[in-house]
């Protein structure tokens, strides 16, 4: 079974609009970590946000934030006022403590920011 | 802020060779994973270090791929004897901890063989 579940493969935005990425995740964990991950053309991988399953608050760091829905297992990652830069592949990840903190990516979803 | 850096960025080679890549992870940082990426597909878990062993594999890390710390710093990825298939983007990852914390990724080395 897929642990995580993109099912977007590839979306257009507007540049200074938002985006919302979804994510969905299956773990019988208590304790587990979802990363998202933007990876540019250029290939490497870069770390955007994090969300613990304890934390209450929702993540944020500058225009990325992630919608947290534990109920329904969903890590949506929300981009803030788009910019041309943002075009790249996004990936949402998660690290279970029952997994040996190796981290299960999902699929991927390519995010193109139109002027 | 400190980085996971990896080398060569691409390296190209023939069937059958021996490659080695290589990784310096953040220096306070005791765990240590390699990705792979294979072109257009996802990033798929090969193998995880700790304690200058290997503490999981994936079904991709077969006999012809080994992990070494040869001296505290370095942490290396070798191929015995490499085949078309292994031709993909190879990420070195490190964190401080086993806990559910941010994996700081390098670069990637680009292997391909031929």
């Known amino acids: 079974a897929q642990k995580i579940t993109q099912t977007q493969p590839g979306m257009f935005v507007q540049e200074k609009e938002a985006v919302t990425l979804d994510c969905t995740y299956d773990?019988?964990?208590?304790?587990?970590?979802l990363f998202w991950y933007k990876q540019p053309s250029s290939g490497e991988m870069i770390f955007l946000i994090y969300?613990?399953?304890?934390?209450?608050q929702n993540a944020t760091e500058g225009r990325y934030s992630l919608n947290f829905q534990k109920a329904r297992k969903s890590a949506n990652l929300v981009i803030s006022a788009s910019q041309l830069g943002d075009s790249a592949m996004y990936f949402c990840?998660?690290?279970?403590?029952?997994?040996?903190?190796?981290?299960?990516f999902g699929a991927g979803t390519t995010v193109t920011v139109r002027a | 802020e400190p980085e996971v850096t990896q080398t060569p960025s691409h390296q190209v080679t023939q069937m059958g060779q021996e490659v080695i890549l290589r990784c310096v992870p953040i220096?306070?940082?005791?765990?240590f994973y390699w990705y792979r990426q294979i072109l257009g597909q996802k990033v798929e878990f090969l193998v995880s270090?700790?304690?200058?062993?290997?503490?999981?594999k994936s079904e991709i890390f077969d006999d012809q791929f080994s992990v070494e710390r040869p001296d505290g710093s370095n942490f290396t990825l070798k191929i015995r004897s490499t085949k078309l298939e292994d031709s993909a983007m190879y990420f070195c990852?490190?964190?401080?901890?086993?806990?559910?914390?941010?994996?700081?990724f390098g670069s990637g080395t680009q292997l391909s063989v031929l």
């Open positions: 990852a490190s964190s401080v901890s086993g806990q559910n914390e941010k994996l700081f």
């Open positions: 773990t019988s964990d208590q304790s587990y970590g």
């Open positions: 969300q613990g399953s304890y934390d209450e």
């Open positions: 990840a998660m690290r279970e403590s029952l997994g040996d903190y190796k981290l299960s």
């Open positions: 220096s306070n940082h005791l765990y």
């Open positions: 270090f700790y304690n200058n062993e290997i503490s999981e």
